[in-house]
């Protein structure tokens, strides 16, 4: 695939089973803003691990569900642009969930799958999807969303894909798409922001005096039954670690009934690969590691992953997986903590309802009009509930005084 943007120089858009076919350098050097999820590191260590698969790999062998196809954009030899693109038969793992659309195409006897995803696998966080090399002049970068666009779709005709969903994409990205055909949908997660404090007592400080006073115990029961809760980061962790982290993931997925989507080996290449970003929140008891809580860190935001004990913990999980987050947001001057999916439990811990994004195209024009009205009904439904929720945040008003001041 290839489109020319000016003379001599030609826009070319390859194809890619692998990351492992781009070198690390030339896409991490792509402006990939603050999430790490999309990094090179990150896609090698599903990949590596079994919890991707390269769309060569034949399909028996395929147990993912993610099936890769990397696009690459390059100007005289230079990477430009790219996006990563997932062939799914399935729709587990994807957090904007579209199980509804997957039935009402049944019923009308429609073939939903295969289907092609834009997003960070089995990742619910926001991030860029059109990855564009820094300071492109407008012209340029504009003519290379197009080409990257135009490759998506080439990808799905020639795999016979039933839609394009991008997913957990920006807001600008959503709106760029809708001017190239894809309709928006409007989801919220429980997002932390950053409002300056400078310690963990001032974001106390600016809570109403109950919610600050059932923070305080959730703190000091869970801190009170262990030794230790230490940060550590990835190049820190040694084999025994990992495995106890890989033990904990299994543990949460087992007990709540969910899908371990990363398989095993992950959490190791995952140190080995990102070793600065991935950060473990470790917790000790009687000189052994019962609990911990994974990070990823970048120089503009924090993510909370994956959580899990071997022993149950009264309030742990809020300290480990939130508080402890979000002291180190404000310790690292970091904007945005964002938690994962799910959680109204998070409203009283100082996160508030934040709008998520995504873009889709339905190849078939009845099911595609269907869909398109029901999001568009959908988007005003989710309004109202983040405007609802936001009343019933735990944060002092302006306009209404505090219940007894702040603790000591």
């Not at 969910?258 to 080996?265: A, M, Q, T, V, W």
């Not at 959490?267 to 990070?295: K, N």
């Not at 568009?376 to 007894?404: C, S, T």
């Amino acid at each position: 695939m290839s489109s020319t943007i000016g003379q001599p120089q030609t826009l070319v858009v390859r194809a890619v089973p692998s990351i492992t076919e781009v070198p690390a350098a030339a896409w991490d050097a792509l402006d990939h803003g603050p999430s790490p999820f999309l990094r090179h590191g990150f896609l090698r260590a599903l990949e590596e691990s079994g919890s991707t698969d390269p769309i060569s790999v034949k399909p028996k062998a395929r147990r993912s569900g993610w099936n890769s196809l990397y696009l690459v954009a390059e100007l005289g030899g230079r990477v430009v642009g790219a996006v990563p693109a997932f062939l799914k038969v399935h729709s587990y793992g994807e957090y904007i969930f579209d199980w509804g659309w997957a039935n009402a195409a049944g019923r009308a006897g429609i073939d939903y799958y295969p289907k092609l995803v834009i997003a960070a696998p089995a990742t619910p966080a926001t991030g860029t999807r059109m990855l564009l090399a820094p300071g492109l002049d407008p012209a340029l970068a504009g003519a290379v969303r197009e080409a990257l666009v135009g490759a998506v779709r080439s990808i799905a005709d020639d795999t016979q894909c039933s839609s394009i969903h991008w997913l957990f994409c920006t807001r600008e990205e959503q709106q760029a798409l809708g001017a190239l055909g894809f309709f928006p949908r409007l989801t919220y997660q429980f997002h932390w922001h950053n409002h300056g404090y400078a310690t963990f007592d001032d974001f106390l400080a600016a809570l109403m005096s109950r919610k600050r006073k059932q923070l305080k115990k959730e703190r000091a029961k869970a801190r009170g039954a262990v030794d230790a809760i230490t940060w550590r980061a990835g190049a820190e962790l040694d084999s025994g670690a990992l495995d106890d982290l890989d033990r904990f993931y299994r543990n949460t997925t087992d007990n709540h009934g969910g899908r371990d989507y990363l398989r095993p080996r992950f959490f190791h290449l995952l140190a080995q690969y990102l070793p600065d970003t991935m950060q473990l929140v470790e917790v000790t008891r009687g000189g052994q590691r019962i609990a911990g809580a994974l990070f990823l860190e970048t120089d503009r935001a924090l993510y909370g992953r994956y959580w899990g004990s071997d022993v149950h913990v009264d309030m742990l999980h809020f300290e480990t997986a939130y508080y402890a987050g979000i002291e180190r947001a404000i310790e690292r001057k970091l904007p945005l903590f964002e938690a994962g999916a799910q959680g109204e439990h998070k409203l009283v811990r100082g996160f508030a309802p934040s709008p998520t994004y995504s873009a889709h195209w339905i190849r078939h024009p009845g099911l595609a009009a269907a869909i398109e009205d029901h999001c568009r009904r959908e988007a005003a439904d989710v309004e109202r509930v983040i405007a609802e929720l936001a009343k019933h945040g735990p944060y002092r008003r302006d306009d209404a005084p505090d219940e007894g001041g702040r603790e000591t």
